[in-house]
């Protein structure tokens, strides 16, 4: 009985920790508590950690409140509570009717399932109902309980959050717009192709060799925002690079309903987003043209990782333009062998790993007495030159000539229009991240205006 009454005391005390690490947000303590629980002998039953959904509630809020502050990547940390919720069962709970039924409804939509299945991987319906009905709620109750300095009107507040801040902000230093309908692209693809095929035609008859893959052509964008009380317009110019071959590939499911896809469409090359003018459009399952792109200066801010080789291409490369620049044999033979072993062959390498691998060959060579008692200039000649090999192999390619070579190995098969975006990315999110996440959290404002509207048609019934 006493060894009992222990292991429910230790029981108690498991689950209260629980409970103070969802508090104050500590997730990944929780994780280990979970993970521990075999060593206390204690079968978790989440059903038995109490809030939890007050402290869910309140560490998505929380975010919340970050957002409302300017502190938009909150964002990213909502989707990935949700993650963690949804990973560790913790919105499991017998739904009421009316929530089965709410979860059947919203089941029969496609891109909301294929997106929440994209962002969280298998969900429950416990989880769908949290999503659709719980979060929503929550959100919307927050907005009308808390002050806010730019709206002191609450409807002015929820139109603007949904008609217009998914279609302008920054996040994770990457600036997104919606600049207007996939239709508009299209239409204009169209005409500016037709152009380019009869001035084709004329070549050919010429015997001009045509060699041109690609077409240049500007949009006027107008661009709705708030402001003063009063709905404002803005006109902004593009120039985007576009391959027909990519758009006439894909000009089906891009145009399509009900296709869950982001598809590569242009590089702006004029008016765009990031540095020098520059951005890149895909589409939208909901037919919009979004461009993103880096909101720093800096060129190298845009990470496009394609310049990537296996092991064994790398160092055959390597081994080519040590020979070209005349490099000992002895040393290229010791480089050679000494990368061939600490190089992993199942990673990638590309150009954040040219100073890694510099840095290693040095401590290497400086290993040996030769190099040790070597004249310095020599040494520097010599590090030089195998800096430059690195370099000729790894450089990082302008930008344009990275679209240009990414539309052509759609044209070969070789990447998917649609992952495009999975490939361009900075400090580790994205623009695929960014697209999915600003998809799902269009279905969210949504449903919260729907509160509003249903709660303000209450209202004027019952007055």
């Given at each position: 009985?006493?060894?009992?009454?222990?292991?429910?005391?230790?029981?108690?005390?498991?689950?209260?920790?629980?409970?103070k690490?969802?508090?104050?947000?500590?997730?990944?303590?929780?994780?280990?508590?979970?993970?521990?629980s075999?060593?206390?002998?204690?079968?978790?039953?989440?059903?038995?950690?109490?809030?939890?959904?007050?402290?869910?509630?309140?560490?998505?809020?929380?975010?919340?409140?970050?957002?409302?502050?300017?502190?938009?990547?909150?964002?990213?940390?909502?989707?990935?509570?949700?993650?963690?919720?949804?990973?560790?069962?913790?919105?499991?709970?017998?739904?009421?009717?009316?929530?089965?039924?709410?979860?059947?409804?919203?089941?029969?939509?496609?891109?909301?399932?294929?997106?929440?299945?994209?962002?969280?991987?298998?969900?429950?319906d416990?989880?769908?109902?949290?999503?659709?009905?719980?979060?929503?709620?929550?959100?919307?109750?927050n907005?009308?309980r808390?002050?806010?300095?730019?709206f002191?009107?609450?409807?002015?507040?929820?139109?603007?959050?949904?008609?217009?801040?998914?279609?302008?902000?920054?996040?994770?230093?990457?600036?997104?717009?919606?600049?207007?309908?996939?239709?508009?692209?299209?239409?204009?693809?169209?005409?500016?192709?037709?152009?380019?095929?009869?001035?084709?035609?004329?070549?050919?008859?010429?015997?001009?060799?045509?060699?041109?893959?690609?077409?240049?052509?500007?949009?006027?964008?107008?661009?709705f925002?708030?402001?003063?009380?009063?709905?404002?317009?803005?006109?902004?110019?593009?120039?985007?690079?576009?391959?027909?071959?990519?758009?006439?590939?894909?000009?089906?499911?891009?145009?399509?309903?009900?296709?869950?896809?982001?598809?590569?469409?242009?590089?702006?090359?004029?008016?765009?987003?990031?540095?020098q003018?520059?951005?890149?459009?895909?589409?939208?399952?909901?037919?919009?043209?979004?461009?993103?792109?880096?909101?720093?200066?800096?060129?190298?801010?845009?990470?496009?990782?394609f310049?990537?080789?296996?092991?064994?291409?790398?160092?055959?490369?390597?081994?080519?333009?040590?020979?070209?620049?005349?490099?000992?044999?002895?040393?290229?033979?010791?480089?050679?062998?000494?990368?061939?072993?600490?190089?992993?062959?199942?990673?990638?390498?590309?150009?954040?790993?040219?100073?890694?691998?510099?840095?290693?060959?040095?401590?290497?060579?400086?290993?040996?007495?030769?190099?040790?008692?070597?004249?310095?200039?020599?040494?520097?000649?010599?590090?030089?030159?195998?800096?430059?090999?690195?370099?000729?192999?790894?450089?990082?390619?302008r930008?344009?000539?990275?679209?240009?070579?990414?539309?052509?190995?759609?044209?070969?098969?070789?990447?998917?229009?649609?992952?495009?975006?999975?490939?361009t990315?900075?400090?580790?999110?994205?623009?695929?991240?960014?697209?999915?996440?600003?998809?799902?959290?269009?279905?969210?404002?949504?449903?919260?205006?729907?509160?509003?509207?249903?709660?303000?048609?209450?209202?004027?019934?019952?007055?």
């Amino acid at each position: 009985m006493k060894r009992s009454d222990e292991m429910y005391e230790r029981e108690d005390k498991y689950y209260d920790e629980l409970t103070k690490c969802l508090k104050i947000g500590s997730l990944d303590h929780f994780k280990k508590l979970l993970n521990y629980s075999i060593d206390y002998n204690i079968f978790v039953d989440v059903r038995k950690i109490p809030r939890r959904f007050e402290l869910i509630s309140q560490l998505l809020l929380g975010c919340t409140e970050r957002v409302s502050t300017g502190e938009i990547s909150a964002l990213g940390e909502q989707i990935n509570i949700l993650r963690f919720c949804n990973e560790n069962g913790l919105l499991e709970k017998e739904l009421t009717e009316y929530e089965k039924i709410s979860v059947n409804k919203i089941k029969k939509d496609k891109l909301f399932l294929a997106n929440i299945i994209d962002l969280f991987g298998r969900v429950t319906d416990s989880f769908i109902s949290y999503i659709y009905l719980g979060l929503p709620r929550d959100l919307y109750d927050n907005f009308m309980r808390r002050p806010n300095e730019y709206f002191s009107d609450r409807e002015e507040l929820l139109y603007y959050i949904k008609n217009y801040f998914f279609n302008n902000y920054s996040i994770y230093g990457l600036v997104v717009r919606n600049l207007g309908s996939i239709k508009q692209f299209i239409n204009t693809f169209n005409k500016n192709y037709t152009s380019f095929k009869n001035q084709e035609d004329k070549e050919r008859l010429s015997s001009v060799e045509v060699s041109k893959k690609f077409i240049e052509f500007n949009i006027i964008y107008r661009t709705f925002y708030s402001g003063d009380e009063e709905e404002h317009e803005y006109r902004n110019i593009k120039k985007h690079l576009v391959s027909p071959e990519n758009i006439l590939r894909n000009l089906d499911d891009i145009s399509t309903k009900d296709n869950y896809n982001f598809y590569s469409l242009s590089m702006v090359l004029l008016g765009g987003l990031g540095p020098q003018g520059l951005g890149f459009t895909y589409s939208t399952p909901k037919g919009e043209i979004i461009e993103i792109c880096s909101d720093q200066k800096e060129a190298e801010a845009i990470i496009i990782e394609f310049k990537q080789f296996q092991k064994r291409k790398f160092l055959r490369k390597l081994e080519k333009e040590l020979a070209n620049l005349d490099i000992n044999i002895d040393i290229r033979e010791e480089i050679f062998n000494y990368l061939s072993e600490i190089l992993d062959p199942k990673k990638l390498i590309n150009y954040h790993h040219k100073d890694v691998i510099i840095r290693n060959i040095k401590e290497y060579l400086y290993q040996f007495d030769e190099f040790q008692h070597q004249n310095k200039s020599d040494l520097k000649n010599l590090f030089r030159d195998i800096s430059q090999a690195i370099s000729i192999i790894l450089r990082k390619i302008r930008l344009k000539d990275q679209f240009i070579t990414r539309m052509d190995l759609v044209a070969k098969d070789k990447i998917k229009s649609e992952d495009i975006a999975k490939l361009t990315s900075l400090k580790g999110k994205s623009h695929y991240d960014v697209l999915r996440e600003r998809f799902f959290f269009q279905y969210i404002v949504d449903w919260i205006y729907q509160i509003y509207l249903k709660e303000k048609s209450i209202f004027k019934k019952e007055f």
